[in-house]
């Protein structure tokens, strides 16, 4: 087996042609990390309810819009930041938005008066509630 070393002295050598490609990947990585994503979201079942955690720090109860329609229910949350910053003979404004938007399914059994939502410390819970009739639709079906 025959060890080549790398020789670093070509950086040197040929900046221009190694700058570009170093700045193409540096680009590209900044513009990764300004992708806003949708939040994580934990879902269980409880015997009386389902919940559903969705995690979005940062933001207050008045971001949210909840909204259903017929089973499907959608969550939006949009907080718009400003930033001013004054140097010299001049003021930069820059505006951010973080903003995101989620849909759930609901399954059939679902007692639409019997939904809640809250938010506390950067987690929004949505509870909702099962109808007396689909608590108790667990049954054994014995294969014959």
């Given amino acids: 087996m025959t060890l080549v070393k790398f020789n670093n002295k070509t950086r040197n050598t040929a900046p221009y042609f190694n700058n570009v490609f170093d700045s193409l990947f540096s680009e590209a990585l900044e513009k990764n990390q300004s992708i806003k994503k949708v939040p ?15 995690a979005a720090p940062g933001l207050s109860k008045e971001d949210f819009k909840i909204d259903l329609k017929k089973d499907n229910l959608s969550v939006w949350a949009e907080k718009k930041v400003e930033h001013i910053d004054a140097q010299k003979d001049y003021t930069r404004k820059e505006f951010e938005y973080n903003s995101f938007a989620r849909s759930f399914v609901l399954p059939e059994g679902v007692d639409v008066d019997k939904i809640a939502a809250e938010y506390i410390n950067g987690v929004l819970y949505i509870t909702i509630g099962k109808l007396d009739e689909a608590k108790n639709t667990h049954k054994e079906i014995v294969v014959s």
């Fill in 40 to 54: 994580n979201v934990n879902i269980y079942e409880a015997a009386n309810e389902y919940k559903i955690e969705l």
